[in-house]
């Protein structure tokens, strides 16, 4: 038999301290992210050309950036899978 004090009501919350803190890796996540990814985005503007035109890796920064948006969010996803639990 189970006890009914170890079992959470329906629809009740069961820590909510752990809920702020996912809470707030969501949004450190998302901010980060945001951060980057529209850092990424006026980096190719025409004001900032010569900027995105610095040599990273073999290829221009703007570029460079561009193509690490995909892995940069796969990054933090993983990251929020891991400490969300």
């Known amino acids: 038999m189970t006890n009914d004090e170890d079992m959470p009501a329906p629809g009740?919350?069961?820590d909510l301290g752990h809920m702020r803190s996912s809470g707030?890796?969501?949004f450190i996540i998302f901010?980060?992210?945001f951060v980057f990814y529209i850092g990424a985005a006026v980096?190719?503007?025409p004001a900032?050309?010569?900027w995105a035109s610095i040599p990273c890796l073999g290829?221009?920064?703007g570029l460079f950036?561009?193509?690490a948006i995909f892995p940069v969010s796969w990054a933090l996803i993983i990251i929020y899978f891991i400490?969300?639990?």
């Open 12 to 14: 009740g919350i069961h």
């Open 24 to 26: 707030k890796l969501s």
């Open 31 to 33: 901010a980060f992210f």
């Open 43 to 45: 980096l190719q503007t």
């Open 48 to 50: 900032l050309k010569s």
């Open 59 to 61: 290829m221009p920064l």
């Open 65 to 67: 950036l561009s193509l």
């Open 83 to 85: 400490k969300a639990r």
